[in-house]
């Protein structure tokens, strides 16, 4: 009997479901769990994000092709329909599921991880990783992570709508080599992928469309805003209202002046640390002791 997380990732969808992964993995120790993904390039490099384990697949329905009758998975992706949620929680001896919809709903079969239901057989909450707890002192004033996902290049058609703000720039892990060229006239300073945690962890008023990144600032005593791009899902709006991230729709300019020019006033929510008591729902799912 082996352990499984498939998570999916991919240069349209970005890396948000794969720090998740890699905080929970990280967060179960020594436990042996492979990790599964569809994106190669990000099964080449979990090694670097703490995952000793990693396969690359073409597709989701090719997971039967790796795990056998019986074994366990953590599976959190939006790919499931109700056919694929019947037939990957028959062959699993456990399916564990990590899921963001306000409106979701738990199959009889699965355990459920959701930041808003709660229940017999759910576990309430997110899982980030333990080090964006730590207070570090914010040495950039402003910064913008627009993704790891930028493949239509949005960044650069809405770029003007950041140029006065004089803010530094994150690039994605999925951006094109030679990008920021493009950018160089509308961003302060630009980070490579590879200094993510300084930056989010380092940044004052952080402006992203990641809700990972929203959520690790915000840990860590920053000042978040969310950039709700019209490509992304809308599922983490009603959490992040709830503690009161600031949230500008689109590409509107006059919404994130606005915005900016009022966040003295602003109060944010404390994020609970609920890591452990979601760690301890997968132990317990999975029997770890």
């Known amino acids: 009997m ?22 929970i993995i990280n967060r179960l120790g020594d436990v042996d769990i492979t990790l599964l ?7 080449a490099e979990a090694k670097d994000f703490g995952i000793k384990r990693s396969v690359g697949m073409d597709v ?13 998975i953590i599976f959190d992706s939006a790919e499931l329909n109700p056919m694929l949620l019947d037939d990957m929680s028959q062959f699993f001896s456990t399916f564990i599921r990590v899921g963001d919809a306000p409106d979701d709903t738990k199959h009889p079969n699965e355990f459920l991880i959701s930041p808003y239901l709660s229940g017999d057989g759910i576990a309430q909450g997110i899982v980030i990783g333990e080090r964006y707890y730590e207070q570090r002192p914010k040495t950039i004033p402003m910064a913008l992570f627009f993704g790891d996902d930028d493949y239509e290049k949005d960044l650069e058609t809405h770029q003007v709508m950041f140029a006065s703000f004089e803010m530094d720039l994150l690039m994605g892990f999925y951006h094109f080599l030679g990008y920021e060229k493009t950018l160089q006239n509308s961003f302060k300073s630009f ?25 690790q600032n915000l840990a860590g005593g920053g000042r978040p805003i969310y950039l709700q791009r019209p490509d992304y899902v809308t599922d983490f709006v009603p959490l992040f209202e709830s503690l009161n991230i600031p949230i500008i729709k689109g590409y509107d300019m006059t919404s994130l002046t606005q915005t900016i020019n009022s966040l003295g006033s602003v109060v944010y929510g404390k994020l609970s640390q609920s890591d452990d008591k979601v760690i301890e729902f997968i ?3 999975f029997n770890l002791g």
């Open 2 to 23: 082996r352990l499984f997380y498939y998570v999916h990732t991919g240069h349209r969808i970005g890396l948000d479901r794969f720090h998740r992964a890699a905080a």
């Open 37 to 43: 993904s569809p994106d190669f390039r990000i099964a």
């Open 60 to 72: 989701v329905r090719n997971i039967p092709q790796i795990a056998q009758h019986g074994d366990k």
């Open 191 to 215: 980070h490579e992928w590879e200094e993510y945690d300084e930056v989010i962890r380092g940044t004052d008023i952080l402006l992203t469309a990641s809700p990972m990144a929203a959520l």
């Open 283 to 285: 132990k317990k799912a």
